[in-house]
């Protein structure tokens, strides 16, 4: 839709400056090499910890099962990270609280600006092209937030597409790091025991 395009745009632009201001080229590193070599046919494996989840392993595999290149493997995550930025920011676009007291027409610049506050830093920039779960557990984050509203704000035959990316996002969150996805969605759980409107 219209009011998508200036996100896409964030996505697009977020892509581009990763390629522009960090090398692909560069060598992994230990903890990106132990989730690179999980699914690998082309790289030594290497044991993974304990505390480690999979997630991130799952997620650069259908490019580490053909080759080790970090160039293939930081360009896949870099043009990734962009669809996920947008897929992250895309459940707040036209939603916001009755009480914020923004006039309409400058409603559809909050997501776009958002979504560009969180793509223009560094560790952004830096990790979107990384094989850790750093940018993806954050896009989940975003998400599952943005998600939650609107499963919580509508009615049931309006938000069965959310409440499945709803799942979708806390599953991926959880496989990536199971940890902060108590920290995350725990909140969530907690506004809507509380908020009598949202319990259903």
Same mark, same amino acid.
């Given at each position: 839709?219209?009011?998508?395009?200036? @996100?896409? /745009?964030?996505?697009?632009?977020?892509?581009?400056?990763? /390629?522009?201001?960090?090398?692909?080229?560069?060598?992994?590193?230990?903890?990106?090499?132990?989730?690179?070599?999980?699914?690998?046919? @082309?790289?030594?494996?290497?044991?993974?910890?304990?505390?480690?989840?999979?997630?991130?392993?799952? /997620?650069?595999?259908?490019?580490?099962? @053909? &080759?080790?290149?970090?160039?293939?493997?930081?360009?896949? /995550?870099?043009?990734?990270?962009?669809?996920?930025?947008?897929?992250?920011?895309?459940?707040?676009?036209?939603?916001?609280?009755?009480?914020?007291?923004?006039?309409?027409?400058?409603?559809?610049?909050?997501?776009?600006?958002?979504?560009?506050?969180?793509?223009?830093?560094?560790?952004?920039?830096?990790?979107?092209?990384?094989?850790?779960?750093?940018?993806?557990?954050?896009?989940?984050?975003?998400?599952?937030?943005?998600?939650? =509203?609107?499963?919580?704000?509508?009615?049931?035959?309006?938000?069965?597409?959310?409440?499945?990316?709803?799942?979708?996002?806390?599953?991926?969150?959880?496989?990536?790091?199971? &940890?902060?996805?108590?920290?995350?969605?725990?909140?969530? =759980?907690?506004?809507?025991?509380?908020?009598?409107?949202?319990?259903?």
């Amino acid at each position: 839709s219209r009011s998508a395009a200036p @996100v896409w /745009l964030v996505a697009v632009g977020y892509v581009a400056v990763q /390629l522009i201001l960090v090398d692909p080229r560069m060598v992994l590193s230990m903890d990106e090499a132990v989730y690179a070599s999980q699914f690998s046919t @082309v790289l030594p494996r290497i044991e993974i910890a304990p505390h480690r989840s999979l997630g991130e392993a799952l /997620l650069v595999a259908p490019v580490t099962v @053909v &080759t080790a290149s970090p160039v293939a493997i930081r360009g896949y /995550l870099t043009a990734l990270s962009g669809a996920l930025l947008f897929l992250a920011f895309w459940p707040w676009l036209n939603l916001r609280p009755a009480w914020v007291g923004w006039r309409s027409s400058n409603q559809h610049w909050v997501t776009p600006v958002a979504a560009t506050l969180y793509a223009t830093g560094w560790v952004a920039l830096f990790y979107g092209g990384a094989v850790l779960p750093n940018a993806p557990t954050a896009m989940c984050a975003v998400a599952v937030t943005g998600l939650f =509203l609107r499963v919580a704000t509508r009615s049931a035959g309006r938000g069965r597409l959310a409440t499945g990316g709803l799942f979708t996002a806390v599953a991926g969150l959880t496989l990536l790091r199971p &940890t902060d996805a108590v920290w995350i969605v725990s909140p969530v =759980l907690v506004a809507a025991l509380v908020k009598r409107s949202w319990r259903s």
